[in-house]
């Protein structure tokens, strides 16, 4: 299995995930303009998709949802609120495209096997994915103001995490935004801070090499290397050494991240 963050932010989300037999893409939160240039910075075309998949209705994940499957006539999966929800902006969908995907149910797709959980989030019914291969395990966890335990079981022996650390809680706090959007930011259906990721993380991860990849950073009240060295300093606290026992990586709301291999046999020892 191979993947790339292609974008990551308030401004846009989206993730590539591909094997042998299947290529799919998670959220849709750009215009398809860019999703189609971001996808051909990483070597792959929109031709080759074979579904999308929908986390929740926020336009930062469906901006060019629409215009982009219309385009490439690609079958959409999201839950039944989520399809409810969507902003008119999307425009029609052909109901031959249209499909369900519920939450805590799980998608056979080509060797790919998708798993979705609840998060809390101030949306219709917002999932997160764990997408399960051969050849290994990727986690979703975005847009989510605390991590249950169900996520945390549901998460735990994956290989690879995308992870939410939006922001810093006193960069937040000390900025710009009125009381009512903080409020809502660090409220149980809002977003994660990079300490709640980092303790998140702590109950997670078991040391066997996982790659985290933290998402999600606000532009305005975090910054890559504030997120970084606070999820890097809480890990190490609790005992992981970052960079031999598990692997920290940025994503970009701008540019794509490098398509990335995920395969156990290179792993120094195998999840369980």
Not at 88 to 95: E, L, Q, R, Y
Not at 117 to 122: L, R
Not at 161 to 174: A, G, T
Not at 243 to 259: F, M, Q, Y
Request: proline content about 4%.
């Amino acid at each position: 299995m191979r993947y790339s963050i292609l974008a990551s932010g308030s401004t846009g989300n989206a993730i590539y995930v591909e094997t042998d037999r299947i290529r799919l893409l998670i959220d849709a939160g750009l215009s398809g303009k860019q999703l189609e240039q971001r996808m051909k910075l990483i070597g792959t075309s929109p031709a080759s998709l074979d579904a999308i998949l929908v986390t929740h209705e926020h336009i930062d994940h469906v901006k060019g949802l629409g215009v982009f499957a219309r385009r490439h006539k690609l079958p959409i999966y999201m839950n039944e609120a989520t399809w409810e929800h969507l902003p008119s902006s999307v425009g029609a969908i052909p109901i031959e495209q249209q499909h369900t995907f519920s939450t805590y149910s799980i998608l056979e797709v080509g060797n790919l096997t998708v798993e979705s959980f609840p998060i809390s989030h101030d949306a219709a019914d917002p999932m997160g994915f764990c997408i399960h291969s051969p050849a290994g395990s990727l986690a979703l966890v975005t847009d989510t103001g605390y991590v249950s335990r169900r996520i945390v079981e549901k998460v735990t022996g994956t290989d690879a995490v995308i992870f939410e650390s939006n922001h810093d809680v006193e960069m937040l706090r000390m900025g710009s935004y009125p009381w009512n959007v903080k409020r809502r930011i660090l409220s149980d259906t809002g977003h994660l801070s990079n300490e709640d990721a980092a303790e998140a993380l702590l109950e997670i991860i078991g040391g066997n090499g996982e790659n985290i990849y933290l998402a999600h950073l606000s532009q305005d009240n975090n910054l890559l290397e504030l997120a970084h060295l606070t999820v890097k300093g809480i890990l190490e606290e609790g005992g992981l050494q970052v960079g031999k026992d598990v692997r920290l990586w940025e994503t970009h709301p701008d540019r794509p991240t490098p398509l990335h291999r995920l395969d156990r046999k290179e792993k120094r020892k195998l999840s369980t």
